[in-house]
Every structure is written in C-alpha cells, then in structure tokens.
C-alpha cells in the first residue's frame, strides 16, 4: 500500500439566473448541468451500482446550490434540453440529406445524449440534482464539501466581517441543502493569506480611508467555524516562488507581498511534500489547527493541459469549433496545432481505446507517484488532485468517462486506494505544522489575476461598499422593523453578488470581460442605491413606493440565500 488517491472537484458558476442568457449568462448553467453534473452523477451511480470503491471530494459552491434548486433553473434546463434535442433532429436531417454520414451519426449520438440527460433530469433525479449529490453523499461515496457563499477573493476583502459572513453563510447554505456541518472547504481559488498587519492595496470610492490593521488568518475564519480542511496549490506549500514578474508589474501587488515579507515568519527553504498532509495554525491555542491537502503538480498537467494533457488527444471532440444555429460540435481536437478550419470530423468509435490508454496510463502516474514517495520517506502517502468540475465533460467532453474508468481500474489496485478528503486526514494523522504565504492557484502563484490594473477599480467599489455595509449593519442588526431588515438583507445579497472572484478572473483573462464589467456596475449601483434608501428610511421614516419596488424587484431577481445574520457584517465574532 503505497497511499491514498484523493479527487478534488470544484463545481461553481457565479449567480446567471436573471443576468442574461446567450452566450453569458443562463446558458453557462444549462451547459454545465447538461454536460458535467447530470453525467458525473449518471457515472457516480453507475459505479455504485457496479459495487467500484470510488471516492470523490466533491465542493459545490453556496450560490451554485442555490441556484441548483431554483424553479427558474428547472424551467430553463428543460426549454434548453428541448431545443438541443430539436437541433440534432435538425442537423441529422440536413447531414442524411447531403450525404455526410459520419455526421449524420454524430447528430443522432447528440440527439440520443441530450435525450437521455432530460430523462435522468426529469426521472431519475426528480429535477433535484442537489438531493442527487446528497444521496450519494449519505452513502459515503461522496464528501460534498463548501466553499465561500459567492466565492468572494477572501484575501483581498477590506475587512474580516467579510470574510466572516462569506465563510458563515457558506456553512449555513451546505446545513441548509445537506442536512450536515460541511468538514472541508474550498477556498475561492484557493487563495490563502495568513494573519499580519494588512494595508488595503487601493484607495476605496467615497471618501472612506485606506485601512490598516491587524488581520486574522483565513485559517482562523476556517476553524471557528468547524472547517477540518481546505485545498492549497504547490505553490503555495513551496513558498510561491513564481510570482516575481507579477510583482514587478503592478504596485498593489508589490506592497502586499512586502507587508506579507515583513511581517510573517515563513520559511520557504523548509522541504515540505505534497504528498503529506499538514496542519496551519495560527498559534492561539484555543483555535484548532486546520489541515491543508496540496495538489500534485504531475496529474494536474496531465488532466488540465490541453495541449499536453489528455484532452488534447487528437481523437476526442474538440471544444471551440460548433456548428451554427445549433451550437453542436462534430469535430474532434485534430492536432494541437490545428487550427478551426484543419479540424476533422469526430469519430465516435475512436474514442474509447483513447479513453482505455489514458485512464491507464493516469492510474499508472498516481500508482508511480505514491510509491516514489513511499521509497523516499517511507510515509504512505496522499495524491490530491483537485480541478474545476466542468472540466469533466465540459472542456473535456469525455471527461466523465475518463474518471469511471480510472476508478475501475484503481479498485483492482493492492497499492493505490481511493479516499475522501476527510478519510485521508483521519487515517494519515497529520501533526506537523507549517506557516503558508499568501498565494493561489492563479497564474503566478499569486494575486495578480484578480488585482491588476484592469480590475484596480472594482476593487474601490467593493472595499466602500465594505464599509458602508458594516456601518449599516452596526447601527440597525437588531432592529424590530420588519421593512429595514428586509432592506438591509438585500443590501448584504448585492454587496455578495458583487464579491464574487469570478468577475476579476473574467476581466484578466478577456474571457466574457464585458459581462463581467456589467455585472460588477450593476449589483454596485443597486448596493448603492438601496444604502440611500436605508439611510432615508432610518432617517425620515419616510419609503417611496418607487423605493420599495426598487428593493423588491432586486429581491425577487436576485434570490437567493435566504438564511442571512447582519450581525455577521456587524462585528467580528472572535477577535
């Protein structure tokens, strides 16, 4: 027995419902629940019904959950299933009429997947995916872990209340859809900053000062609200060593790194193994330490490389090139090199001795891995391998296949064993602690991705929205009136919505740039709004029905998190 083989899914999509449909927007859902949750879960209870030991960590984000269980997601998926059931009845048509029978073969394969993916939908999983997960959670092949509640950016959030109420309402919403206290978290981008004297890195909007002050470790947030574990990058474990251009760059970034510097006794030359698992402590003894599980560098490239990893072979259908009006793909990867117009027709009879030599090979690279650690150290050791859910079957159409095969495959192994997240920590035991330096999974190792000077400005926007909503929730937390509660609940939703990482990531990366730019105007401006009117209200008495239907209108559209404490934004529960 050489170690354990951990899967690490993260499963998020910012909040669409109500935010545009085509090409950003409700469609994001409907492809991600139509081509990576309804498979992985079809291929979840195949194995289970198979009798394979498979284990998977799996993290659902807050908003995604919400958005999961809303009627207006049903509603669309099923108008969504139809119409892609209607294109590939179309496109078989056209592809018989003219003679292209390869085609013709894909279409009908199209028809029949998004068929039989509205039947698990509408059948077998009784329009519930959430339940789906949890059922398959109650019977321990899953460990469904929680994330922050919009996966806001925690290290770069002006004030710990923040921080505190992204990681509180992430622990409602799971108790909320899973009936237990989440174990493990996925830390937005797995982005870590431990506690030292923090200066914000931009100037907010509206007069507010720059703070500087003492700051709690993420760590802390994690461990007094029951959180055992989280997911780091190499990187970080390594000591971040990447990021030394990204400095260079952008100011912001520099005087952050530097405040972390001088402040932090971290020592990157110690030798630490992501194959081990270790504890981060932030040195107060009535807090317990939080265990940390670190990805492993060599099956990440194989699984998220495209043009060296698995997804780029030749022979699996390749993302960018869709037939138009359908939106279908009939073309494989072809080359890496090979741009749209050198892309040949996709075979669907090629695929699965592709997918029999990669799974293997991937089980011989963990089998390989484990021993080479277990030789070394003589340690059994843990293999994480954590990546974005809608990798599988989404970027990688044959992805979930991929992963039943690689599961099948491993419960044949005497050396490897498939575990949760959570059952790894308990039979490893981990006791050694270890100081982490701020760092992520973003390109550089750092914050550069999500502070830069294309996203400088939202972050003035969400730092005086910080303030004024912590000065808002101070003043009236507590109060009787039923109106300024609902208010001021509304405003806490906007200020969440707008914290959301994923718009800076959008921006860097000009991947749906100007959705994300309109969306971070849009839920500022209603934050701000609805704080003038809160303010006028506690001031005069005085609500214009205009007023009141601007708040509603914001409330039913964005609706969700029904289970929010102002106090959280109001003062820090342990100092």
Same mark, same amino acid.
């Given at each position: ?7 690490? !899914? ?45 284990? %998977?960590?799996?993290?659902? #984000? ?5 958005? !999961?269980?809303? &009627? ?17 009845? =179309? ?47 109650? #019977? ?22 923040? %921080? =505190? ?33 923090? &200066? ?52 912001g970034l520099r005087k952050l790194w530097e405040q972390f510097e001088s402040q932090v006794k971290y020592r990157p030359e110690e030798e630490k193994s992501p194959y081990e698992i270790y504890l981060v402590s932030s040195g107060k003894p009535e807090k317990k330490p939080v265990a940390v599980l670190t990805r492993d560098p060599k099956t990440g490239l194989q699984v998220w490389s495209g043009e060296w990893g698995y997804p780029g072979d030749g022979?699996?259908?390749?993302? /960018? ?6 939106? !279908? ?21 090629? %695929? ?29 050791? %843990? ?10 079957? /989404? ?8 992963? &039943? &095969? ?28 270890? #100081? ?37 929730? =101070? ?23 707008? =914290? ?76």
């Amino acid at each position: 027995m050489y170690g354990y083989f951990v899967l690490v !899914l993260h499963t998020h999509l910012p909040y669409v419902i109500g935010h545009g449909r085509w090409p950003h927007g409700m469609d994001w859902l409907n492809e991600a629940a139509s081509e990576c949750y309804i498979p992985l879960l079809n291929i979840f209870n195949e194995l289970k019904n198979d009798g394979i030991n498979f284990k %998977v960590t799996i993290n659902i #984000s807050p908003v995604l959950a919400e958005q !999961l269980t809303s &009627k207006n997601f049903v509603d669309e998926l099923l108008q969504y299933l139809d119409m892609k059931i209607k294109y590939a009845e =179309q496109d078989e048509i056209e592809f018989i009429k003219t003679g292209r029978k390869n085609l013709a073969s894909v279409a009908k394969f199209w028809r029949e997947y998004y068929q039989n993916i509205k039947e698990s939908f509408t059948d077998r999983y009784n329009q519930d995916l959430i339940s789906a997960f949890r059922a398959l959670q109650d #019977s321990g092949h899953l460990e469904i872990i929680t994330c922050a509640a919009t996966h806001g950016y925690l290290p770069l959030l002006a004030l710990d209340t923040s %921080v =505190q109420a992204q990681v509180k309402l992430g622990v409602k919403v799971y108790e909320k859809h899973f009936g237990r206290k989440p174990r493990g978290i996925w830390l937005p981008e797995c982005a870590y900053r431990p506690g030292y004297r923090w &200066k914000m890195p931009v100037k907010p909007e509206n007069n507010f000062p720059i703070l500087e002050y003492e700051r709690k470790g993420v760590e802390e947030f994690l461990s007094e609200n029951g959180i055992e574990f989280f997911i780091i990058d190499t990187a970080t474990l390594r000591g971040g060593k990447t990021i030394g251009v990204y400095l260079e760059r952008f100011e912001g970034l520099r005087k952050l790194w530097e405040q972390f510097e001088s402040q932090v006794k971290y020592r990157p030359e110690e030798e630490k193994s992501p194959y081990e698992i270790y504890l981060v402590s932030s040195g107060k003894p009535e807090k317990k330490p939080v265990a940390v599980l670190t990805r492993d560098p060599k099956t990440g490239l194989q699984v998220w490389s495209g043009e060296w990893g698995y997804p780029g072979d030749g022979w699996y259908l390749d993302f /960018h090139k869709k037939k138009f009006p359908s939106g !279908l793909r009939y073309w494989r990867v072809t080359s890496s090199k090979a741009d749209l117009a050198d892309k040949l027709e996709y075979e669907l009879d090629k %695929v699965e001795a592709r997918l029999e030599e990669n799974s293997s090979h991937f089980v011989d690279l963990i089998t390989t891995t484990l021993k080479e650690h277990f030789e070394k150290t003589n340690k059994i050791g %843990v293999l994480t391998a954590p990546y974005d859910t809608e990798l599988f079957g /989404h970027w990688w159409f044959e992805g979930p296949r991929f992963l &039943k &095969k690689v599961f099948e495959k491993l419960n044949n192994s005497e050396f490897v064993k498939p575990a949760t997240a959570s059952e790894a920590i308990e039979k490893l035991n981990p006791s050694t602690v270890v #100081s982490l330096p701020e760092g992520s999974w973003g390109e550089g190792g750092y914050h550069y991705i999500w502070l830069n000077k294309d996203t400088e400005w939202t972050w003035r926007h969400i730092y005086s929205n910080e303030f004024k909503m912590n000065e808002l929730a =101070q003043k009236f937390y507590n109060s009787k009136d039923e109106r300024l509660i609902f208010m001021l609940k509304q405003l806490a939703r906007e200020l969440l919505l707008l =914290q959301a990482s994923d718009w800076q990531f959008l921006i860097s990366t000009i991947s749906a740039r100007d959705y994300a730019e309109l969306r971070v105007a849009f839920h500022n401006e209603n934050f701000n709004r609805i704080a003038e009117i809160i303010e006028k209200y506690a001031n005069t008495g005085d609500l214009s029905l205009e007023d009141w239907n601007f708040v509603v209108e914001c409330a039913e559209r964005d609706n969700l998190f029904d289970d929010i404490d102002l106090k959280w934004w109001a003062e820090v529960e342990f100092p």
